[in-house]
């Protein structure tokens, strides 16, 4: 009992399981397939807030450089400081406003919102002013960022001057940066639950048929009568099954027809011991029979030697 308990095999396990494998990698593409649309998708949606804050830009320029009518409101820098503080009051994302008039020895402010700064166009910008289009760029400076647009005011058919604005991009990137945290948020979630439904999923499709597989292994390992897997899918493991089934019926008809050939082997082997005990029985028959007619024969020489020499003696004590 002791030998059979310490012969046994030691029981299988398993320190990695192949479903904690497959969910862990799973969550980590999610996540890294996510996060890199998601951070394409925030990309793609910053570049188009900019495209549209840059046309809003330019529409709201040149909305301001269609107002100016006639030469004389162009001029008339008191009249426009006053428009450009209520535009200021209620447009909120534009930093700085100047109204510029070309001269022919360059440019002056008319009005403006912040005497102490002027924007920083160049010549060339002016010349593209001047042949009536429109100038943008995006400037980021200081954690800011904002759009500069400069716009032609045509007076008469004219260039005769440009509206040129500082449009804040503050607002549309603290959008941009709460819909990215909620994006990556929201990725990060989708990944987590999709991974503990794949998680149930290779519970139930992977994980309980091989549970089966290696419950029957155990059986084989313990000794006991190897059984069937009940694994009834038209998958992989279904056919595995299948093939299992087939190879374990194949070893319990091996296993019989062994069994069948040991007993006759035992029973043959019983009867040759039996017939070798018979024979045994009666070679010591035969002994011990030899035995006794041997020594009825040497009773028979020493009664034969011993008879003249009682006869002699006889003979003398007659004499005598």
């Known amino acids: 009992m002791l030998g059979s308990v310490m012969d046994r095999p030691p029981a299988l396990t398993v320190h990695r399981p192949i479903r904690f494998k497959l969910v862990g990698l799973s969550i980590l593409l999610l996540l890294v397939v996510s996060f890199g649309f998601t951070a394409l998708n925030v990309s793609f949606s910053r570049r188009w807030v900019e495209e549209d804050l840059r046309e809003r830009a330019i529409m709201f320029a040149r909305e301001i450089a269609a107002t100016i009518a006639d030469r004389r409101e162009f001029e008339s820098g008191a009249l426009l400081d006053a428009q450009i503080q209520q535009i200021l009051t209620v447009r909120q994302s534009v930093l700085q406003l100047d109204i510029l008039a070309f001269t022919p020895s360059g440019s002056r402010v008319v009005a403006t919102s912040d005497p102490a700064t002027r924007m920083p166009f160049t010549r060339k910008d002016v010349e593209q002013i001047l042949h009536g289009r429109v100038v943008s ?7 800011k960022r904002y759009w ?5 005011v045509t007076l008469e058919r004219a260039v005769a001057g440009a509206v040129t604005v500082k449009f804040s991009l503050h607002r549309a990137d603290q959008l941009a940066s709460r819909m990215r945290n909620r994006s990556f948020a929201l990725a990060a979630a989708s990944a987590i639950v999709t991974g503990l439904l794949m998680g149930l999923a290779v519970q139930l499709l992977v994980d309980r048929p091989i549970g089966r597989f290696m419950e029957a ?3 084989i390992r313990r000794g006991d009568a190897p059984g069937t897997v009940s694994v009834r899918t038209a998958d992989e493991f279904g056919v595995l099954a299948t093939h299992f089934n ?8 091996f296993s019989e027809e062994l069994q069948r050939r040991v007993e006759a082997a035992t029973a043959e082997l019983e009867h040759r011991y039996r017939e070798v005990q018979r024979l045994n029985e009666t070679l010591f028959a035969a002994q011990r029979s030899l035995s006794h007619a041997e020594r009825l024969a040497l009773s028979g020489r020493i009664v034969a030697q011993a008879r003249p020499i009682s006869a002699g003696g006889l003979r003398s004590l007659k004499r005598n």
């Open 148 to 152: 500069e647009v400069m716009a032609p």
């Open 217 to 219: 292994i155990a059986r």
């Open 246 to 253: 087939e190879m374990i019926a194949r070893l319990n008809q």
């Open 137 to 143: 760029r995006l400037i980021s400076e200081a954690g």
